[in-house]
């Protein structure tokens, strides 16, 4: 047994036994919880270790440990556990962030209810990120990702009696599970095509080259290449998972969980698995090239530029990090679509530190926030998120502050001593290398606009007076909480300096990929430099320069509005209002669309009863065209049941359902006389059921032409058409004996039934002694009559049917 | 080893169960309860008995076969025998019809007799059903299922119940009825009711009587659609599901249903693969209607307002799933000499029967729930809920898992089913996998949109639900053995597989 499985388990355990029991404790909770993350960064520790200090060569796992887990087929799954470079950077990142935030939410959760239920959810949401990062096959993958999916519902749905923020949750997860679908069809086409999803085989060579010569069927000759789609699909899961450009609606719904989950979530959990699946996936999108190649980096650019822009209106702090992330994720993805694949993992990582500060940077200001606005006890309408209502924070928070400050450099990309900066410029290169101005140039903007609206944040919340009471009587936050932002603020602006641990890294991660020597253009380079300090430059001097005043519009707003751009403004604040789109078509479509199903099924005579009604409705008209008078009294039964169905039909105007009801209350009254007189009415009765059914089917029919019902019914009325001509031919001596088993056999049935009524009814009292006692009182329940009734009708047409069967074999044989 | 006729004993301990209880005087309703449930436990460890020999033995092969003639002259004998097909079946039949009993001995409290004797004479139908291997005994125990299920919805159903078990009656009767002319017509042909030799005999084989073949075929369709409730014959479903008793639901939805899914791959697909191919690949029939069961179903599910009836439709959309499998595999027909393709529809049809499995645990669980509820709440309709999560999280923790499995998350026993199928459906007949993969994200929106957010999250109406009480420790008892079978196949699904994966392998070396 490899270390490497103990990773994702501890934080497992931990959800399990949180989640049984231990919830009812905080103490105990929070001890379960952040010593099983503890372990589990010991353990990534060892294993990263490991993996760094003897040279490793190519692009090899490092380790790889594989065990049985099912049959199916031919072919064992093996479940595995994989650490090659990727996974190396990325058990050094995450349970250190996982770490941190864990520790930071223990002071920030303190007064929360559900303080147990979130360490559960947060630690199921730490071992599936950290499951995902060491599997080994795309099913274990798969199997995390949903997991993730689920830790971003349950923890926006810890606030369950606010209906803004459920919600939200509710969406977070549909539109992942979107992405999820793609994938599981990716997945799919994927083990079909090749019959493995471990990374070692499917990303063998071998195998893609076997999968571009693959294609799949579809309708009428036409056919889908299996390379492409397989990537296309897999993308669609990056889209929704990274909150790429028209999926990234969930992650500004994500926002609502508590502050330590959105940092795991954007940071290095949900969020970044999807650039992960798309580094992990990179040979296939190596061997696809051309087209698949564009439309990931159309995605990827858009988003950066998007994201980019929306984050520079937003007034909640929750939404310019997460539109900021939306924006990063997009910079990765473009790094990985132009084949800059270390450049994108490296990003991946910066990211996740300055990223995870920020937001539990953030996260320190809004919890002073509120606690000062419980202690004032200002109105309900106060939003504690609101840049607005902030201002002059850096003398109350000096700690957060200074963290804050480094977070903003490092994601800004500040020369030379950030981490963000070396991933930034070899993105930027990357897409210098692709001779397509308009890529670099929409990077570049987006990496302008990045540092301007860090910039701007970072002027509103600290710099200035504060602009609302609450904001004046800020408290730092507690030990618990500032000692994490220190550590991260330490590792965004240490990890950079210099380039040596980014030259490592590149070494480390690119052997087998890049080949080459890391090399600088001076284009890129410069270009890189000017729209990182040009934006914090810019942004400093709109927002710094004369802080912002209580009451007094925000600066951009009202530039904007000067320009006659209002408009333009409240669409970058809305996200284009992308979301209320999507309720208007997606969300209202689909319940409309599911009413309509619903009423239809409600509405719409039922298919198969309807099918076989029709059935006897056709054998009816068939029979009473020999007329009355033909072969014998089983002929005739049939006919007068066709003459109860022309009766039948001027009475029925009632709806189907009522119909159905009715016509069984009428049934069971035929049937209490059955017993006396019953050879005539239970007929009657019987044709009277079939008749009526018929006549629901054929307006059924006329309704839906073209349904599958119709052709069935004609399908059906031409057999039965068939068999009654072949009755015809019968010869009555050859019937009449078998009419009158029928009708013996009815008759025995009809009097052993009212000898059971009779018995049911007077002895309904004790009876242990007789069996046929026994089997009354057992049969009491049952005599309403109409079941009874029912029964028996059921007896007599099966019996006609076999019987109606049996002669027809008997002459087909004969 | 086993040296007694285990298969007869299973399927007679109920009868044996059900006779007892008809000689217990009615006043004396514990012993009824105990007897009962007693004999439905005794059923339960043979069904595990079973399980185990067929894993060690080898599933791939009958097992434990007992042949004895019944009606000679027309070769109707009693043959049963059990393969890693049936096995998983009958232990989901015995498990469900414990726990139904178990958990019916605190609700049911009229008729109590009567209760008891049906519930184990439908044990007995179904465990039949799944251990025939001749049709006449198949149909005869198939008829046995079927009236007491009838019974227990027409008796001791909710308030619309008269007209759901006649209409579900109805329904079925129709559909055995044109069973009941296929397998005539197979003897009719071939001469035998034994299900190995009559396929073996190719019935209707040829061009000549291609005709027959599509009616006999459509004959077994038609009584296994209804019975699964594909989509045009699905509408009994709804009201039969909703009006039965909480364990009557349990067994309609949990193992009734199944009978139609076993019946395809069992009967339809061994006596008739090319027509079944024929109607999967050139006319395309069977396949649009399991996708059309599983879009409309979703779509459906989310326009429903009571909780019992939005389970019931829920079944459509699974079952859909089902036959989703099934068609994939009898694509395959005529392919089956290449180890590739044989390996793609063996996990189609595995996956298909471990859909089957696996639906019977979540919607048994499902149903149990939705009684607890109306046992405590006193309604079903969702608007009337909201916030119960504060007030019985217990319930809401088991909720959540066994919504969870029904919409499929991975790590849930409900994943492996959809999953296995998707990949066989996308290796042979990807349009409708492709169309069929939007009933997941409908599965999730209905689930938690509807059960998870009407009843459990918003604001708590204090004064309206302040009283209700959490699960009690028998509704726990109830509940944890599924959500254990949920959980443990959800991460780990080798035991049930392997046996799913032999038998289904077997069944498909022997299609043409």
């Known amino acids: ?814 | 080893m086993i040296y007694y006729p285990i298969l007869s004993a299973i399927i007679f301990t109920p009868l044996v169960g059900a006779l007892l209880i008809l000689v217990i005087p009615r006043e004396s309703v514990k012993t009824i309860r105990r007897v009962g449930t007693a004999f439905a436990c005794v059923t339960l460890i043979l069904a595990v008995i079973i399980w185990v020999e067929v894993t060690r033995i080898g599933a791939g092969e009958t097992q434990f076969e007992e042949l004895y003639p019944w009606i000679p002259t027309f070769g109707v004998s009693f043959h049963v025998g059990v393969d890693g097909l049936s096995a998983p079946l009958i232990l989901l039949t015995a498990l469900l019809t414990t726990l139904g009993l178990f958990y019916s001995a605190r609700t049911i409290k009229e008729r109590v007799k009567e209760y008891y004797l049906l519930f184990l004479l439908l044990e007995m139908g179904l465990c039949g059903v799944f251990l025939s291997l001749n049709l006449v005994q198949f149909y005869v125990f198939w008829g046995l299922g079927m009236v007491p299920m009838f019974l227990i919805i027409g008796v001791w159903g909710g308030e619309r119940r008269e007209h759901a078990a006649i209409k579900y009656f109805i329904y079925t009767l129709l559909g055995s009825m044109a069973m009941l002319l296929a397998i005539l017509g197979v003897y009719v042909q071939t001469g035998t009711f034994e299900i190995g030799e009559a396929a073996a005999a190719r019935p209707f084989h040829g061009a000549e009587q291609w005709t027959w073949a599509c009616l006999a075929f459509w004959g077994l369709f038609i009584g296994f659609a209804v019975k699964m409730a594909s989509f045009p014959f699905h509408s009994w479903l709804p009201d039969a599901h909703t009006e039965a008793p909480t364990a009557g639901s349990v067994m309609a939805a949990g193992i009734l249903l199944k009978l139609g899914g076993y019946g395809l791959i069992r009967v339809a697909l061994p006596l008739f693969p090319e027509v079944f191919r024929h109607f999967v690949v050139d006319v395309p029939v069977i396949p649009i209607l399991a996708v059309i069961s599983i879009v409309y179903g979703a779509l459906v599910c989310m326009a429903q307002w009571d909780l019992k009836r939005l389970i019931a439709y829920s079944s459509v959309v699974h079952m859909g799933y089902v036959s989703l499998g099934v068609c994939a595999a009898a694509a395959s027909v005529g392919m089956l000499d290449s180890q590739e393709v044989l390996n793609l529809a063996t996990t189609g049809l595995s996956g298909a029967a471990m859909q089957m499995f696996a639906h019977g645990i979540i919607i048994g669980g499902l149903f149990f729930l939705a009684g607890i509820l109306y046992e405590h709440a006193h309604t079903r309709d969702l608007k009337a809920f909201g916030g119960l999560a504060r007030q019985i999280p217990y319930y809401y923790g088991i909720m959540l898992v066994a919504c969870l499995a029904g919409l499929g998350l991975p790590g849930l026993c409900g994943f492996w089913g959809e999953f296995f199928v998707l990949r066989g459906a996308v290796g042979f007949i990807p349009p409708y996998a492709f169309v069929g993969v939007l009933g997941i994200v409908f599965a999730a929106a209905y689930t938690l949109w509807k059960i998870v957010q009407h009843i459990f999250l918003g604001q708590f109406d204090r004064r309206k639900w302040g009283r209700l009480r959490d699960m009690a420790w028998w509704e726990k008892v109830t509940m944890w053995p599924l959500v254990l079978v949920m959980v443990v196949f959800g991460f780990y699904p080798a035991p049930i597989l392997e046996l799913l994966n032999a038998a289904v392998m077997t069944l498909l070396k022997g299609l043409p």
């Open chain 1, 1 to 814: 047994m490899h270390l490497t499985w103990l990773i994702p388990l501890f934080p497992f355990l931990a959800f399990v036994a949180i989640t049984l029991g231990a919830h009812r404790d905080k103490m105990t909770s929070r001890r379960l919880a952040v010593g099983a993350i503890v372990v589990s960064f010991v353990l990534a520790q060892v294993i990263f270790w490991k993996a760094v200090l003897p040279p490793v060569s190519g692009g090899d796992a490092v380790f790889e440990s594989v065990v049985g887990w099912f049959l199916i087929g031919t072919a064992v799954f093996r479940a595995s556990v994989w650490v090659d470079p990727l996974t190396a950077v990325m058990l050094f990142t995450v349970p250190l962030v996982c770490l941190l935030a864990f520790v930071y939410g223990a002071g920030y959760m303190r007064e929360d209810p559900r303080y147990g239920h979130f360490f559960a959810h947060l630690s199921l949401l730490a071992a599936g990120t950290l499951g995902l990062i060491v599997s080994g096959n795309l099913l274990m993958l798969f199997l995390c990702w949903e997991t993730l999916g689920l830790c971003s519902y349950l923890l926006i749905g810890l606030r369950f009696d606010d209906e803004a923020v459920y919600r939200a949750g509710l969406r977070a997860f549909l539109v992942t599970k979107v992405g999820d679908v793609f994938l599981l069809l990716g997945l799919c086409l994927l083990y079909a095509a090749t019959g493995s999803l471990a990374y070692d085989d499917v990303f063998s060579a071998g195998t893609l080259a076997r999968l571009a010569r693959t294609s799949f069927p579809l309708i009428g000759g036409l056919s889908l290449p299996a390379l492409p789609t397989i990537a296309l699909l897999i993308f669609g899961a990056v889209v929704s998972q990274a909150a790429q450009f028209p999926l990234h609606v969930w992650l500004l719904d994500a926002v609502e969980g508590p502050t330590p989950a959105s940092a795991i979530i954007q940071a290095v959990a949900t969020a970044p698995a999807g650039v992960y699946l798309m580094a992990r996936c990179s040979p296939l999108y190596t061997a696809v090239g051309g087209e698949v190649q564009t439309v990931t980096m159309a995605f990827g650019v858009f988003t950066a530029l998007f994201g980019a822009l929306t984050a520079i209106a937003q007034d909640d702090v929750r939404r310019v990090l997460a539109c900021s992330t939306i924006s990063q994720l997009g910079y990765a993805v473009a790094a990985l679509s132009a084949g800059a694949y270390v450049a994108g993992v490296f990003h991946l990582v910066t990211h996740a530190f300055s990223k995870s500060l920020l937001i539990l940077g953030m996260g320190s200001v809004t919890h002073g926030m509120k606690h000062s606005l419980l202690s004032q006890g200002e109105g309900v309408l106060f939003e504690p998120h609101d840049v607005k209502n902030m201002g002059g924070l850096a003398r109350w928070q000096p700690v957060t502050c200074l963290a804050f400050v480094a977070g903003t450099l490092s994601l800004s990309g500040f020369p030379l001593f950030t981490t963000g900066f070396w991933s930034q410029e070899r993105i930027l290169e990357a897409a210098y290398e692709t001779h397509h101005p308009a890529i670099f140039w929409a990077l570049a903007v987006a990496a302008g606009l990045t540092a301007f609206y860090a910039a701007r944040l970072l002027c509103l919340v600290f710099l200035g007076r504060p602009r609302s009471e609450v904001a004046a009587s800020v408290q730092e936050s507690e030990r618990s909480m500032t000692a994490p932002l220190v550590v991260l603020a330490v590792l965004a602006v240490c990890l950079g300096w210099g380039g040596v641990l980014p030259d490592w890294f590149y070494r480390f991660v690119g052997d087998g990929y890049a080949a080459g020597a890391v090399y600088f253009t001076w284009q890129p380079l410069t270009i890189s430099t000017v729209s990182a300090l040009g934006g914090l430059l810019v942004g400093y001097l709109a927002y710094g320069r004369r802080p912002l005043r209580a009451g007094q519009m925000e600066r951009l707003e009202a530039g904007m509005r000067r320009i006659r751009l209002g408009r333009l403004y409240d669409a970058l604040r809305h996200c284009f209002y992308l979301d209320r789109f999507y309720q208007a078509t997606f969300v209202r479509g689909t319940v409309a669309l599911a009413h309509t199903c619903a009423d239809f099924d409600r509405r719409v005579p039922d298919g198969a009863i309807g099918f076989a009604a029709g059935a006897g409705h056709a054998a009816a008209q068939a029979a009473s065209r020999f007329g009355e008078a033909a072969i014998d009294r089983a002929v005739s039964l049939v006919a007068r049941a066709g003459r109860a169905a022309v009766r039948a039909v001027d009475r029925f105007d009632e709806a189907v359902a009522k119909g159905a009801v009715n016509l069984t209350s009428k049934v069971g009254q035929a049937a209490a006389q059955a017993a006396v007189r019953f050879d005539e009415t239970a007929v009657d009765g019987a044709a009277n059921f079939i008749a009526r059914m018929g006549q629901v089917t054929s307006q059924a029919a006329d309704r839906f032409d073209a349904l599958v019902i119709d052709r069935a019914v004609s399908l059906t009325g031409r057999a039965l058409w068939v068999l009654s001509e072949l009755s015809a031919l019968l010869d009555p001596r050859v019937l009449t004996p078998l009419a009158n088993v029928v009708g013996y056999a009815a008759r025995t049935l009809s009097s052993a039934s009212g000898l059971f009524d009779t018995r049911v009814v007077d002895g309904a009292v004790e009876g242990v002694g007789s069996a046929v006692r026994a089997g009354g009182r057992f049969i009491r329940p049952i005599q309403t009559g109409r079941v009874q009734n029912y029964i028996l009708i059921a007896f007599i047409s099966i019996l006609v049917l076999v019987a109606m069967y049996f002669t027809m074999v008997y002459f087909a044989w004969w």
